[in-house]
């Protein structure tokens, strides 16, 4: 027969009979096994706590505690211990009630030295594809974690890249319409400031924000002539250049994630009265986002300058909103702006001034590094890599047990 214990495996023999213990302990040793004997279920606690034990042979009934309470406690405090039960004629149903509570097997007293050995071997080999398919869990599980943070690490360096292409595009659309390079980006800061104070934040504040830079996305479509004039408008112009909410919303309503910035943009121009446009909504009909955004667009239309006239102080402007609180404005977001303050909407606009836009060159830079992060994350985690286990061990592997 061949040998399984080529390392003299760990057999803790626990019978409170002396001669099953010598008889079996020998039988042990001649097969190769390091057998080591205790006389009560205390005591074979005590010896697998000092050394690590792969398997426990125990008699069912013993004086003080039993088998069973044994072979409980080792499924407590030593899972990874096979247990196998002796249990003498006439106990085969309580031997088949340890299997039930986590038995490996049992034999029946006195046991034949290859039923013994067999129901080792069994016993070991069971314990080690168990070990093994532990081992199999714990690196999947650690492999699903790292992947799981390079995805989420590649997923916000691909949201920072449409950020910075949203940037790159409202930049450019600034500029057609002789505007300061950082005005959208100041509506931004102005609009997320009193969403902050109203207590939004995380995806909805995001949202709200991509809102805001994109505003005036629609006067892509807007003729230069009506665009850049530098006198009033007549009134059709007036009716092409009221146009641009609703051009804006069906240039973005179809991507994904602008779903909510696009309801935004649609819905700059709306009043809180009613009086405004596309669609005269009023009141709470009109997305958050576009009422919070009309109080910050506002604030920084009067304070910047225009080539046909000079912007006004803070104070001034502060007041007129608090003026038309009511009509044009949510007097709820009135509120909560008048909260931040005239130096506190100041020095968001100081702060913008620090602000520098990243070149074309930057932004593909970024974008091709967050494709490339996107596409490792995203690589199956089924993909077998050296070193890395089977399922299921293959073949019997006979061999001492660690």
């Given at each position: 027969m061949d040998n399984l214990a080529t390392a003299a495996t760990r057999v803790l023999l626990v019978d409170d009979d002396e001669s099953v213990r010598d008889v079996i302990s020998v039988l042990l040793r001649e097969e190769g096994y390091e057998c080591v004997v205790a006389t009560s279920a205390e005591m074979a606690l005590d010896l697998a706590a000092a050394e690590e034990t792969p398997l426990v042979i125990s008699d069912m009934?013993?004086?003080?505690?039993?088998?069973?309470?044994?072979?409980?406690?080792?499924?407590?405090?030593?899972?990874?211990?096979?247990?196998?039960?002796?249990?003498?004629?006439?106990?085969?149903?309580?031997?088949?009630?340890?299997?039930?509570?986590?038995?490996?097997?049992?034999?029946l007293k006195p046991p034949r030295l290859t039923d013994l050995i067999r129901a080792i071997e069994r016993a070991l080999a069971k314990r080690r594809i168990e070990l093994a398919r532990q081992r199999y869990q714990r690196k999947l599980e650690r492999k699903v974690?790292?992947?799981?943070?390079?995805?989420?690490?590649?997923?916000?360096?691909?949201?920072?890249?449409?950020?910075?292409?949203?940037?790159?595009?409202?930049?450019?659309?600034?500029?057609?319409?002789?505007?300061?390079?950082?005005?959208?980006?100041?509506?931004?800061?102005?609009?997320?400031?009193?969403?902050?104070?109203?207590?939004?934040?995380?995806?909805?504040?995001?949202?709200?924000?991509?809102?805001a830079l994109l505003h005036d996305i629609g006067k892509i479509g807007v003729p230069d002539a009506v665009l850049l004039k530098p006198g009033k408008l007549d009134s059709s112009e007036w009716l092409e250049m009221r146009k641009h909410p609703e051009v804006g919303h069906q240039m973005i309503q179809n991507i994904p994630f602008l779903d909510t910035p696009a309801q935004i943009v649609l819905s700059h121009q709306e009043r809180f009265d009613g009086n405004g446009y596309p669609r005269r909504l009023r009141g709470e009909e009109i997305h958050i986002g576009a009422r919070i955004f009309s109080v910050a667009d506002t604030l920084d239309a009067m304070t910047s300058d225009r080539p046909y006239r000079m912007g006004t102080s803070f104070k001034n402007a502060i007041a007129e909103i608090q003026r038309c609180s009511k009509t044009q404005f949510d007097p709820e977001v009135v509120k909560a702006f008048m909260s931040i303050g005239e130096e506190g909407l100041m020095r968001i606009k100081a702060e913008m001034k620090m602000f520098k836009p990243k070149t074309v060159d930057e932004l593909d830079a970024e974008a091709q590094a967050a494709e490339d992060a996107l596409e490792h994350a995203m690589s199956p985690l089924s993909k077998q890599e050296d070193g890395e286990l089977p399922l299921v061990p293959k073949g019997n592997g006979r061999r001492a047990d660690a």
């Open positions: 009934k013993m004086p003080g505690r039993d088998g069973l309470w044994l072979l409980e406690t080792f499924r407590q405090k030593y899972p990874d211990t096979a247990v196998i039960m002796l249990t003498g004629y006439g106990d085969t149903e309580a031997a088949v009630d340890c299997l039930r509570r986590g038995a490996v097997d049992y034999l974690r790292d992947r799981t943070h390079e995805l989420r690490v590649a997923l916000h360096d691909i949201a920072s890249t449409y950020q910075n292409t949203l940037l790159a595009l409202v930049a450019a659309l600034d500029a057609r319409e002789h505007e300061t390079s950082d005005h959208s980006q100041r509506v931004v800061r102005y609009t997320s400031a009193i969403a902050g104070v109203m207590g939004i934040s995380g995806s909805e504040l995001e949202e709200i924000g991509r809102g």
